[in-house]
């Protein structure tokens, strides 16, 4: 019964942190009310079953899948080449899934000729540090807008959704802290629960929206088409897959300090294997028409709140995640949950990821080479984060999407300023 409870919180964690990446893809593209639900269908399809083969062929760590950031970033960029580089929008969603199968077939080349398993040396204290602060300061802004009603510039700050979400955000924080096992154990299951009855009681949680047609339901395959060949996407995904990469490494090694440091247990290294999963994840995703898969960082925050290490909950997660895909009723349930109930959560979970991030840095022994790293990189990547996206809109797709992310250029200075540094001193 307990390993149930555990399961079903990682799959209300997971349903939480992973609706609004395809929710905001659907916008952008057009998408009516039928073909963003069935979109949604795919795309936690995917994760759920991504989640599953990483802990059982991969790196076999509490780590679920989310949508790529940078994939996001992606799809938002081509829904602008609607109408100019593709006639359209299906013609670039398709351009796009194939895009997921290129991405899928370099990293298994990639881990088989052993470049990731190199690539792991790069990720010190230092640039853990530095990748875990950049993603904590470019999230907490869309945690907040989201708690308190803010969807766009011109939208004003609601006072009954900040008022909930900061009734949630102390139901997270005093659960999450409790003395009483059951209750800190899940305490991302009750807070959720709670703050949807919350927003229910202020008339702020919409509307579940009622399924016609068969109870199962499959998710289907290349929606968009079968696979093309596009040589601009093709060099996106090239350079996409290789900041994936990074972003593999750093959850990877985010969750095994945790787990050695607080549970007392040394992973076995299985970077290469969660490697190969992760391309096998992204050919699922071009097949099932959906977004790229990538291990959250956030997930060492989640077992940190919750104390919950074991791989069986997750998994249990995992399949409660794929069985609910499966039932447009049960997900029309999920997908009214209130935004501002999951970024409150969020934001809760997030904050161990602070401390986690410091207790990294101090493990750096030469202490002037990692802050000077720390600093260019911080430095580099927040400010990126103050320039508005649209002046990167004159540079090429791969270049705009890369660097009008402040987490991943910030990350990438640190990586060279360090290594920069570490060879200077050994001439």
Known sequence: MKQLAGGIQWAVFLMASSIAAPIAISHVFGMDAGETAHFLQRTIFVLGAAGLLQAFFGHKLPINEGPAGLWWGIFVVYA??????YETSDQALQALQS????????????AAAGVITK???????AITFTYLMLLILQLSGTFLKGMTGVESAADVISIRTAAGSFAVLLVTFLTMRSKREWLSRYAVLYSIAIGWAIFAVLGLAPAIQQQSGSLIELPKMFVYGPPVWDSGVAVTSVFITLLLIANLLASLKVMETLLKNKFGRVPEDRVRQGSFVSGVNHLLSGMFSAIGPVPISGAAGFVAATGMASIVPFVMGGILIVLITL???VMSVFAALPAPVAYAVTFAIFTNMV??????LDEDADKVRSRRAVAIGLMTGVGIMFIPSASFSELPAVLASVLSNGLITGTLVAIIIE?????SVSR
């Not at 602008?80 to 580089?85: A, E, K, Q």
């Not at 690539?119 to 204290?125: G, I, N, R, S």
């Not at 290594?419 to 060879?423: A, D, F, H, T, V």
Request: charged letters at 10%; proline letters at 5%.
């Open 80 to 85: 602008g080449m609607v109408g100019v580089f």
């Open 119 to 125: 690539m792991k040396a790069l990720f010190t204290p």
């Open 327 to 329: 039932f447009p009723s």
């Open 355 to 360: 401390s986690m991030a410091f207790s990294e």
């Open 419 to 423: 290594q920069l540094s570490i060879r």
């Open 99 to 110: 895009g997921m199968l290129y991405s899928g077939v370099l990293f298994i080349v990639l």
